[in-house]
């Protein structure tokens, strides 16, 4: 997949596309209905297929005081946009200029003068240009003037309730620890990307080294808890390499136990392996379900006890996981 970060970025002769443009934030079920409805479209015709989307939640510049945590960071956006199997991504930055810039602006300078749009692709509520003033009916128009097509995808819904798959809904998952139906709305294992820093190092003390993840790692971090799930280590930088996978059990939290952790942490114990060295590298931390919650405990033997006993349903766990989700890395 080609990626560019800036209309100017198009070639000249870049195009006739179709297009699917929307915000994309964990390429979900949701999301990926509208990018295969245009995969399909595609396969007719001589034509590219491309995301458009941005590099941020434009709530994070319109009203920041209302813009949820990402689901993905930008990098894990572009890399799941490219698995889909489109030719290309335009991540747009989402600034000022954007955020001001009118709806028919947008419409002329990056469908029609950037990607040379034949059909657009969007969701039910899909929003653009300046105070979002834009819509699938303004595109429509447009599109009639302008030589394109639009197609309003529905949204993808459960049959028992009728909830719309979204990303808030996703979170809402994610944040009562249920990794399980968070996966399946995502169609993946929920995870978090980061580089492995030096930490306390007391797992190394208990017995059991863990991994921890940097500060900024990228990915939404589920509720406090342990987890079991997967290690994969990305070496070289950016390139997923499946056969080198580790089973982990992953904790969550502040170590309430020592209480001398300033802030939440990611760390995976990569089970059976104690003279692992990870310190530099990046890693993908993947959850598959939730162990249990984290607490206290009444002395460090318990603790010791307690951890020995994640291990053992981790393992546990991660037989019995569907094969689909363990697999997930691989694709």
Known sequence: MILFEDVADI??????????????????AGHRAIIEK????????????????????????I??????????GVSQKAE???????????????????????????VRRILVDGLHARRVFVGGDFRFGRGGAGDAALLRRMGDEL??????????????????????WIRELLEQGDIERAAKLLGRNPTVIGEVVHGLKRGRELGFP????????????????????WL????????????????????????????????RQVEAYVLDETDLDLYGREVEVQFVTRIRGMIAFEGIDALIAQMADDVVRTRRALTAAPRALRDASAL
């Not at 399909?40 to 491309?50: C, F, M």
Request: proline share 7%; glycine share 8%; aromatic share 6%.
């Open 147 to 168: 030589g394109f097509e639009v197609e309003v995808v529905a949204d993808v819904a459960s049959s028992l309730d009728g909830r719309r798959v979204s990303s808030t």
């Open 210 to 229: 863990t991994a921890n993840l940097s500060p900024d790692a990228e990915g939404y971090i589920p509720a406090d808890g342990v987890y079991a799930g």
């Open 232 to 263: 994969i280590d990305r070496t070289p930088r950016g390139l997923q390499r499946s056969s080198v996978r580790y089973p982990a059990a992953i904790s969550i939290g502040t170590n309430p136990t020592f209480d001398d952790v300033a802030r």
């Open 80 to 106: 799941l946009l490219g698995r889909t199997g489109i030719d290309a991504t335009l991540l747009l930055r989402f600034d000022e200029a954007l955020a001001s810039e009118d709806a028919e602006s947008f």
């Open 38 to 61: 245009m995969l399909v479209d595609a396969a007719s015709s001589d034509v590219r297929t491309v995301a458009v989307t941005f590099d941020r939640n434009p709530l994070a510049i």
């Open 63 to 72: 009203a920041p005081d209302r813009c949820p945590r990402s689901l993905v």
């Open 11 to 28: 070639p000249g002769d870049f195009g006739p596309s179709v297009v699917a443009i929307g915000k994309f934030d964990g390429v979900h």
